[in-house]
């Protein structure tokens, strides 16, 4: 009976052992590992998280007045433009995260297919972030749908700048033409208070009231830059990306000044804008090989995949918080390795979790 037992187990061996033979071996090393001039494999990278940020920036020109001079002689006006400059205000930052291949996630696999063994079936972008992979027959796999990020958007135009109005009274001192211009806007302010007051008779319906008055502002306006300035606004969008990693928490990634705007890095001048990224350690229970085990073994029928971590992000611009929000960061998580044996993989190309598994 012993002698029986032994002889059914040593045949089960061998028949898992055959099987094991006819089905595709492959083994998967970490990319710096891979032997040089290797043809039969493939590469692919799980994605890293990149967070860009879109900071939202006025630039303001101010320009001096042909007559800003005798500015508060006749208009006791204290805002005056008293040279050419230029200022910047931070008006809001817009957080997004962007996937990329992961340098420290990049990985051959040297295929070895045996006598009717099954095919491999791998699905790699172009940038190399794997999307799917299987064994098997089966071809059709179900693929996720690429995110596509929301461009920004400034709901605010440009201020359109037509320069200073013409002076009609040729040949005059800058004097005498402050003094006019200062009459002329007295008589729109009167214009104004009549409109107002209901004194203009065609001026009853709302459409035409807004009309006029917004022409009367306008005006008022023009003749008022000729002696205080003007202040054209533009605003712009400047990207600023950064990875985070786990090493470093805090990565000051721009400098922001009144005075010269946003300067990327850390050369600029101005307050530091920092971006601190904290794990919140949803991951911390699973126990995942180190970076130093992945780089130097090979592990044979066997993927790497990624379970992403959560973290806090705060941006601030010197002691000043411009923005919280919570994100998804994939290189934060662990790397796990999934078995693939008659099986069909699909991942997240934003992260490089396992979304969907099909066991054959």
């Known amino acids: 009976m012993k002698r029986f037992v032994t002889t059914i187990m040593f045949a089960l061996t061998a028949i898992v052992f055959m099987g094991g033979q006819l089905r595709a071996q492959f083994v998967t090393t970490f990319a710096k590992n891979a032997t040089p001039g290797q ?3 493939i590469y692919y990278s799980l994605p890293q998280t990149m967070l860009r940020l879109d900071f ?14 005798y500015a508060s002689t006749y208009m006791d006006m204290a805002d005056i433009v008293e040279y050419e400059t230029t200022e910047y205000k931070l008006v809001d930052v817009k957080l997004t995260s962007v996937a990329s291949p992961d340098p420290n996630a990049l990985f051959f696999v040297s295929l070895s297919t045996g006598r009717g063994g099954n095919k491999i079936q791998f699905d790699v972008m172009p940038n190399g972030i794997i999307r799917s992979v299987g064994i ?6 179900e693929k996720p749908v690429a995110r596509t990020e929301k461009p920004v958007c400034c709901n605010e135009k440009t201020e359109p700048n037509y320069g200073f109005i013409s002076l009609l009274s040729a040949g005059k001192s800058n004097a005498q033409l402050a003094k006019e211009v200062a009459e002329k806007i007295e008589e729109i302010r009167k214009e104004k208070f009549y409109l107002v007051r209901g004194d203009v008779a065609m001026a009853y319906d709302p459409v035409t009231f ?6 009367l502002d306008e005006m008022e306006k023009e003749y008022t830059s000729l002696l205080t300035g003007k202040r054209v606004a533009k605003r712009m969008v400047k990207q600023v990306y950064v990875i985070p990693n786990k090493e470093v928490t805090t990565q000051t990634v721009a400098k922001f000044s009144e005075s010269d705007g946003l300067t990327v890095g850390t050369s600029g001048t101005g307050s530091a804008i920092t971006v601190q990224t904290l794990s919140l350690n949803t991951t911390e229970a699973i126990n995942a090989p180190s970076q130093s085990a992945v780089e130097s073994m090979s592990y044979e029928n066997k993927l790497f995949y990624r379970i992403p971590e959560t973290a806090q992000v705060k941006v601030a611009c010197g002691k000043k918080t411009i923005l919280e929000d919570r994100v998804t960061v994939s290189q934060l998580g662990s790397l796990l390795m999934a078995p693939l044996t ?3 993989l699909v991942f997240d190309i934003e992260t490089g979790q396992i979304v969907n598994l099909q066991m054959q």
């Open 39 to 41: 043809q039969n494999g």
């Open 210 to 215: 807004n009309t006029m008055y917004q022409r």
């Open 342 to 344: 008659n099986t069909n």
């Open 136 to 141: 098997g027959a089966a071809a059709e796999q």
């Open 56 to 69: 939202v920036i006025d630039e303001i020109q101010m320009e001096k007045g042909p007559l800003s001079e």
